[in-house]
């Protein structure tokens, strides 16, 4: 490498632990990076992306992390690794800027965002009082956060996510680093956000002319914002290009397989004549916004908003719309787990009015696959307990009758029947989904409520899980509704789709009409800020 | 029964704890040797054969004719004539020590209390009773107290907890509330009242402790009860259809026994300490029970006798230092952070 580089990681390893308990979670990894230039690291969770961007910070726990004497990390020429802490303290938020995925944990609730911003700056600089306050502002209006001044004395918890991300950036770039490292800072915004957001890194990256270090699991996020780009798997650097040859011509087999993962497929057709099995008429939640002492409260907000919606046998009806529109509620409403009002038919039977008691019959007709296969499962549950403990509740069948039925579901969603006597943390994440699925079916249901159920997935388990529902739709008539932020997800599985925004529905159509042709500007927003 | 892996990895943590591990097993020892205190300190024998015939004066009410004396009284086994009466035609077998926690010692050397010496092994206190003797009755009740006020807490306690944190709402509301009410209640004073009124004995201890002692679990419960009812897990579980109850104790319950048992040998020892207190000042068992708070108070009243304060205090920081020690290994093996060290 020539010394033109900013940054230089040469040979790079990354040990966890000691001896027998060693653990190599980055293995011999080299890349650099040039003035001005993005370098978009990619791969699936767990490849050791986060971890190298630690590194560079030396924010690792160390000592129980530690490198090879063969690494090297240099910024500037200047090695990194082994410098004392009090020399990295200079390079931190001066030289070399980091922002985090998650803004409402990366920013401290109990300070204003005045004082946080003016901490980095006074940690690096002798601006004090008036001067310092200018300089704080002059950051947030770098950011483009609205109404800046009013935004001083904000806590984070007043601020929506994406102003949260414009906060952590303004912080980052306070002192106008030469090096900014972004680890997955979109991840957790929506999409529309996101590319405000990626937008905004990219003007102010040519605005400082710094280098960027973008880490991501988002290859559209790649796609468009990156420079070059490096693929890790497993800890390992797999391929290393310029980001236009890799999406042109991928070399390594395992990126040819990272792109080639997008939910493909369009949905099955399903009769004409099918009957509607799930109907909801005028469906509201509201939640008491201040509950006053011993008397009904008066301030609601409402989160669901007069919703109508037809569910067809063996139809899935895709609902799309940002964090907080209402669509988890709705479902959570539908399924009954949720206190709404307005009128839910089941089969023609209205369920709204149904105690906890007579509704359990009916449960067996609805069931739900949350986001979260780690969190939907319980942790101190065999596979074979939590896939029959629905059958326990709906029939009296014999264990052995029990046991030939989990079985058989389990062989349906594509898992082996002998690890049933397994705990759930001895899956991957999409086992653990398909076991979530299993739970599902093995009650024979009419229809599944399926809440983000490819969002916590890597993309190529991804597209496993969506051939699996749509093959199980075909051979059981299911009736899916599908929640997803992910348009590729709604498009590869609805028929219909609805479009919520603040609880209400914005638009609602047959899926292909609606991605094809949006009739409402908030459609149309959404669809052109789904990077492709 | 097989042990869940995660589990099996909290024991393994457990027994690695090598202080932790070896404090348990001394504290079983000495407390399964102290709920055979009788056999240990008795001023009975433990089998007599007289005349060809066997008999259990530990266990049965002898009078004394039935082994040859004159009276129809309860047989007094340390009567010299009597027990050479016995000897004469049989023999006695007596426990290690020949007196109970109650004996009165007619032929003390001295003046009571008598320093430590080869009939009494940790010397007498100032009703000339063996404190060896007592000492072992003392740790029993003690154990045996906390135990039962420790198990009869945590029921009330997890029972109340769930409901609360499962609920929510108003139910939480207003038990809270009532918590808040019950927690600034006078324990102390409500014993020195009824102490006035009525005799108290263990049970009537135990009673009034436990009115006051089950909100300590009630807190650690409800808090994981309210995370609990929000996860995914328990969420599915309600769309199956599974029944309220079934739902608390499938798939909450186990998340809140590990607070509540990193809690336990905590609340043991505070119920040990408890009772000791109590009996210090003089509200707790009826007079003459075993008891090491009461030997606590008669090292302060006879400090002339140090023998009594030492082994009050050596029994007590002793019998405390092992239950805080299994404590801590009992903490550590349910830390999360802990057991993911340990992983490879």
């Known amino acids: ?532 | 029964m097989k042990l869940s892996p995660i589990n099996q990895r909290r024991l393994t943590t457990f027994r690695s704890n090598r202080r932790a591990w070896w404090s348990l097993w001394i504290f079983m020892v000495i407390f399964l040797l102290s709920l055979g205190a009788e056999m240990i300190a008795n001023d009975r024998p433990l089998l007599i054969r007289y005349q060809g015939e066997l008999f259990f004066p530990a266990f049965v009410d002898y009078a004394e004719t039935d082994l040859g004396g004159d009276f129809e009284t309860s047989a007094n086994y340390h009567d010299p004539w009597f027990r050479e009466q016995i000897e004469s035609s049989g023999w006695i077998l007596w426990p290690p020590v020949r007196y109970s926690y109650h004996t009165h010692i007619n032929n003390l050397p001295g003046p009571a209390p008598t320093p430590p010496s080869r009939d009494n092994w940790l010397g007498t206190d100032d009703q000339a009773r063996d404190v060896f003797a007592r000492v072992i009755y003392g740790f029993r009740i003690s154990v045996l107290f906390a135990l039962l006020l420790t198990f009869g807490s945590a029921i009330i306690g997890v029972l109340v907890g769930a409901l609360q944190g499962y609920y929510g709402g108003r139910v939480d509301l207003l038990g809270q509330r009532f918590l808040e009410i019950w927690g600034s209640l006078p324990a102390l004073f409500l014993l020195i009242i009824l102490a006035s009124i009525i005799t108290p004995n263990f049970w009537w201890l135990l009673g009034i402790m436990l009115l006051f002692n089950w909100t300590s679990l009630v807190d650690v419960v409800r808090a994981e009860f309210l995370r609990g009812r929000n996860l995914d897990y328990v969420r599915a579980a309600r769309a199956l259809g599974v029944s309220n109850g079934q739902i608390m104790r499938r798939h909450i319950l186990p998340n809140a026994m590990v607070a509540t048992l990193t809690f336990m040998p905590f609340l043991l020892t505070g119920a040990i300490a408890t009772l000791t207190s109590l009996d210090f000042l003089g509200f707790g068992l009826p007079p003459g029970s075993a008891s090491l708070g009461e030997l606590v108070a008669q090292g302060k009243n006879n400090l002339h006798a140090p023998w009594l304060a030492l082994s009050a205090f050596g029994v007590l920081s002793a019998m405390l230092t092992l239950l805080v020690f299994i404590g801590e290994g009992v903490r550590d093996a349910l830390d999360p952070r802990l057991i993911n060290r340990g992983r490879k």
């Open chain 1, 1 to 532: 490498m020539t010394d033109h580089s900013l940054l230089n990681v040469e040979h790079l390893t990354v040990n966890f632990g000691r001896d027998a308990a060693m653990q190599t979670v980055v293995r011999n990894i080299s890349f650099s990076l040039q003035k001005g230039e993005t370098l978009a690291l990619v791969g699936e969770s767990g490849s050791g992306k986060s971890v190298t961007a630690h590194a560079i910070m030396q924010l690792l726990p160390y000592p129980n992390a530690w490198h090879p004497p063969e690494s090297q990390i240099r910024f500037r020429g200047q090695p990194l690794l082994g410098l004392s802490d009090d020399a990295m303290n200079k390079l931190r938020g001066n030289q070399i800027g980091m922002i985090f995925q998650e803004p409402m944990t990366a920013l401290n609730p109990l300070h204003t965002v005045e004082k946080q911003i003016a901490e980095v700056l006074k940690l690096h600089s002798d601006l004090r009082s008036e001067a310092l306050r200018k300089a704080v502002l002059e950051q947030l209006e770098r950011v483009k956060i609205p109404d800046p001044a009013s935004k001083l004395r904000a806590y984070p918890h007043e601020l929506s996510g994406g102003q949260r991300q414009r906060v952590m950036i303004a912080m980052a770039l306070a002192n106008k680093p030469d090096l900014l490292i972004a680890d997955e800072p979109t991840t957790a915004l929506d999409v529309t956000v996101q590319k405000q957001i990626m937008d905004l890194l990219k003007e102010l990256q040519c605005e400082l002319g710094m280098a960027m270090l973008l880490i991501t699991h988002d290859l559209g996020v790649v796609r468009h914002f990156s420079d070059r780009v490096a693929v890790m798997r497993q800890g390992e650097l797999v391929e290393q290009s310029t980001s236009t040859e890799l999406f042109r011509q991928p070399q390594h087999e395992y990126t040819r397989k990272l792109l080639n993962s997008e939910p493909q497929g369009a949905p099955l057709p399903y009769p004409s004549d099918a009957q509607v099995i799930l109907e909801a008429q005028q469906i509201n939640v509201q939640f008491a916004l201040h509950k006053p002492f011993l008397r009904r409260p008066s301030k609601f907000f409402t989160a669901v908003n007069k919703v109508d919606l037809q569910l067809y046998k063996g139809e899935t009806l895709g609902i799309v719309g940002e964090s907080g529109s209402g669509k988890s509620t709705l479902a959570m409403a539908l399924l009954r787990l949720q206190s709404s009002t307005g009128d839910i038919l089941l089969q023609g039977r209205n369920i709204e009015k149904l105690n906890q008691k007579a509704l359990r019959p009916q449960r067996r007709q609805m069931q739900v696959v949350f986001q979260d296969p780690f969190a939907s499962l319980s942790p101190r549950m065999t596979v074979q307990q939590i896939v029959a403990e629905g059958l326990e509740v709906h029939t009296n069948s014999s264990r052995e009758n029990i046991e030939t039925a989990v079985i058989k579901a389990l062989l349906e969603v594509g898992l082996d029947p002998d690890a049933r006597h397994r705990y759930p943390h001895e899956f991957s994440g999409g086992q653990r989904q398909r076991i979530a699925i299993a739970r599902a079916l093995v009650l024979n249901p009419e229809i599944i409520f399926l809440d983000e159920p490819t969002s916590a997935l890597d993309r190529a388990v991804q597209v496993q899980v969506i051939d699996l529902l749509r093959d199980l739709q075909a051979r059981f008539g299911l009736s899916y509704v599908l929640i997803s932020h992910d348009l590729k997800v709604i498009r590869a599985l609805s028929h219909h789709m609805l479009v919520m925004r603040a609880g209400k529905i914005v638009e609602s159509g047959p899926a292909e009409q609606v991605l094809q042709n949006p009739r409402e500007t908030y459609t149309r927003e959404l669809l052109a800020a789904s990077l492709g």
